[in-house]
């Protein structure tokens, strides 16, 4: 059933994100980072989880998303993560590592519209928050 939703979900807006990544990370209780898949008219081709971390942290490498984002064939993608203490605040690693995920994607012509960070019942577009 995720496949048949991922293949008729579009993401046209933040709020559309935000609803998804609450549904599917604001309950784990340990840190993951995924990525949502998107094909050149921003429907999702498949979301990932593609580290986990401990409570407070997650590794991320950026070497591993180029090579899924390829992969998929995406366009572009969403990056995402969870903070299980419940805070939805952009740390300065936070906005570093998506930084430096959109120079490696750029590389490969993959666009990074947007990172999330979502908490249970809270979601924050970097986007939207100016820290992207």
């Given at each position: 059933m995720k496949e048949q939703l991922s293949r008729d979900t579009v993401f046209d807006s933040p709020q559309s994100v935000k609803q998804f990544?609450?549904?599917?990370?604001?309950?784990?209780?340990h840190?993951?980072?995924?990525v949502?898949?998107?094909?050149?008219?921003?429907?999702?081709?498949?979301?990932?989880?593609?580290?986990r971390g401990t409570l407070t942290q997650s590794s991320v490498y950026p070497r591993e998303v180029v090579?899924?984002?390829?992969?998929?064939?995406?366009?572009?993608?969403?990056?995402?993560h969870n903070h299980p203490?419940?805070?939805?605040?952009?740390?300065a690693a936070d906005i570093q590592l998506t930084q430096l995920l959109k120079?490696?994607?750029?590389?490969?012509?993959?666009r990074v519209l947007d990172h999330f960070i979502v908490a249970k019942g809270v979601a924050l577009s970097m986007a939207d928050d100016g820290t992207m």
């Open positions: 990544l609450l549904l599917q990370l604001a309950a784990k209780p840190e993951v980072f995924a949502l898949f998107l094909d050149s008219q921003n429907r999702l081709i498949t979301m990932e989880e593609l580290f090579i899924r984002a390829l992969h998929h064939n995406a366009a572009a993608v969403i990056l995402a203490s419940g805070k939805v605040q952009a740390s120079s490696a994607l750029a590389l490969v012509d993959v």
